[in-house]
């Protein structure tokens, strides 16, 4: 895996042992996605538009999410992150959690999973 390559795109490509997406019933499970950014808002961009992808890739967009979990190393970027993930939304917000972490994955400051309605 380089740079530039997602977790979600390692994970959909079967280098990593998960998967991108995983449909059951009416709802679509997407795992956690990273963006690896030196720039914090470009960082929680890269995630969200990671998140938009799987869910362009199942016909979906932002507004069929219905829950998200949000991982920071440190929340001290939770105005920065908020500020960049409503710009995703124009139809009303998922509801979510936010968890404070000591570490993520490729040393990633944010992490987002989220569920989204495939109806």
């Known amino acids: 895996m380089n740079d530039q390559t997602t977790i979600g ?3 959909a490509a079967g280098a990593l042992p998960f998967a991108e ?4 019933g009416h709802l679509l499970f997407i795992s956690g996605q990273i963006g690896v950014e030196t720039e914090f808002g470009q960082e929680v961009r890269h995630v969200m538009e990671n998140i938009g992808r799987v869910l362009q890739g199942h016909g979906l967009g ?9 991982y920071l190393t440190d929340m001290a970027s939770y105005g920065e992150m908020n ?6 939304f124009r139809d009303g917000f ?4 936010c968890i404070a972490v000591k ?3 490729m040393h990633a400051k ?9 109806s």
């Open 9 to 11: 795109q390692a994970a």
């Open 21 to 24: 997406a995983k449909k059951a």
């Open 62 to 70: 932002y507004s069929h999410l219905v829950n998200v979990t949000i």
């Open 83 to 88: 500020k960049v993930y409503s710009e995703f």
């Open 94 to 97: 998922p509801t979510r959690v």
């Open 103 to 105: 570490e993520l994955a």
């Open 110 to 118: 944010i992490e987002i999973s989220a569920i989204a309605s495939l």
